[in-house]
């Protein structure tokens, strides 16, 4: 039996994982890549490719060798221009590849938000070098928010809370930083009442979105997210507003995760991933159609239903301590015991070959079908708390 398509999937992490679940269950052939091998979703793929995503004669090999329908980037840090020389001569990029030149670095989708769409923004400023960070810090005031334009999950970002802190602000982001660009965004900070990802699906029938997730981070990283996000009705409409105005200006097709501060009813533009988003995954649990399968879905053009919540819900996520390639994993059957009557928990563990500090290795979900997402975000946080690492290096 023929495949329905053939999916290059640059980037292997827990969120490709899904998503080729996803994927193959809709009846796709899935060749993952990653820059490692035994990578999350090389496990569940039909095939897999080692090679760096920044390695463009590796990406170019890679794509003539498997002449895929869609090719489906998980990573912000890919060597863009080969997937724009490759949508010229007729592949499909995932969404575009526009999309994925503009959000591999924020300086360019934040360009695109405030520039020409007009969409309210942090103030913010450049820098490439650390005497002109301090200049531009000195001009945004402090406190204010240090990232790199291209990192993920966080990496690098640090808040300045005063002047001996800018110079720690520089390095740590140096250190975070993803590609070969050495370059800063520095941002005003924003006394937000709280956070939120819109997730946002692009198909060819016009623009759906799930319920707001909210979530909570640490030195950049989300560590639980609950859907739904309490949120006046203003401003569940004004961020899909912002959210349609960005995924239309990149065009293509799939699920975007479009991040938001909050204050009151007013809502400001944060960033952009033309990809699954980690805090979505509480929607493993949360709704009829996983972030992964509305994302298959609308890449091969498939239809999509009401999407559906079935309660409050959260997820927290499970995290290593330190550097290990001999580890086990311990506790499932006291993570898999709901600690809360009438609540259910499910975990995922993402089989990741070796260990490091602050690494996700895992995610616990939790579905509060008759409280709330306090009650959701509690289970979920003591079910992380009982899976264990175990160390034998």
């Given at each position: ?28 052939h899935v060749v993952a890549c990653d820059a490692y091998a035994g990578a999350p979703a090389m496990q569940v793929a ?285 506790g499932l059957v006291e993570a898999l015991l709901p600690s809360t009557p009438g609540v259910e928990v499910d975990v ?46």
């Amino acid at each position: 039996m023929a495949a329905t398509a053939k999916i290059l999937l640059l980037g292997s992490g827990e969120l490709g994982r899904e998503f080729v679940i996803s994927a193959k269950r809709l009846g796709a052939h899935v060749v993952a890549c990653d820059a490692y091998a035994g990578a999350p979703a090389m496990q569940v793929a039909d095939e897999a490719e080692v090679f760096p995503m920044l390695d463009g004669a590796a990406l170019s090999a890679a794509i003539e060798r498997h002449k895929p329908d869609f090719i489906v980037p998980e990573v912000e840090a890919i060597r863009t221009e080969v997937l724009k020389e490759y949508e010229d001569r007729g592949f499909n990029v995932v969404p575009s590849a526009r999309a994925t030149i503009m959000t591999m670095n924020r300086d360019r989708i934040r360009e695109v938000a405030a520039t020409e769409l007009g969409l309210p923004t942090s103030k913010y400023l450049y820098a490439e070098t650390l005497e002109e960070m301090r200049a531009a810090v000195a001009r945004i005031g402090i406190p204010c928010v240090v990232k790199p334009v291209m990192s993920s999950s966080g990496k690098g970002q640090s808040t300045v809370r005063g002047e001996d802190a800018v110079d720690a602000a520089w390095h740590y982001a140096v250190q975070g930083m993803r590609g070969d660009r050495q370059r800063v965004i520095v941002e005003g900070f924003i006394p937000f009442d709280y956070e939120i990802t819109l997730l946002t699906i692009r198909t060819r029938d016009g623009v759906v979105f799930c319920a707001p997730i909210g979530h909570r981070q640490e030195r950049g990283d989300y560590q639980e997210s609950w859907q739904p996000a309490a949120m006046s009705e203003a401003a569940v409409t004004e961020a899909q507003r912002q959210a349609k105005a960005v995924v239309d200006n990149l065009g293509g097709y799939g699920l975007f995760g479009v991040e938001f501060f909050v204050m009151g009813d007013q809502v400001i533009f944060s960033e952009l991933s033309p990809r699954p988003h980690d805090t979505g995954m509480v929607t493993l649990i949360s709704q009829n159609l996983t972030e992964f399968d509305l994302h298959a879905r609308a890449i091969l053009g498939l239809p999509i239903p009401a999407i559906t919540q079935h309660g409050p819900s959260a997820s927290a996520v499970i995290l290593a301590d330190r550097e290990s390639a001999d580890f086990s994993v311990a506790g499932l059957v006291e993570a898999l015991l709901p600690s809360t009557p009438g609540v259910e928990v499910d975990v995922r563990i993402f089989n990741k070959p070796t260990t490091r500090p602050y690494r996700r290795m895992g995610v616990a979900l939790a579905l509060a079908r008759d409280s709330d997402t306090d009650t959701a975000r509690a289970a979920a946080r003591a079910a992380a708390a009982k899976v264990t690492l175990t160390y034998r290096d």
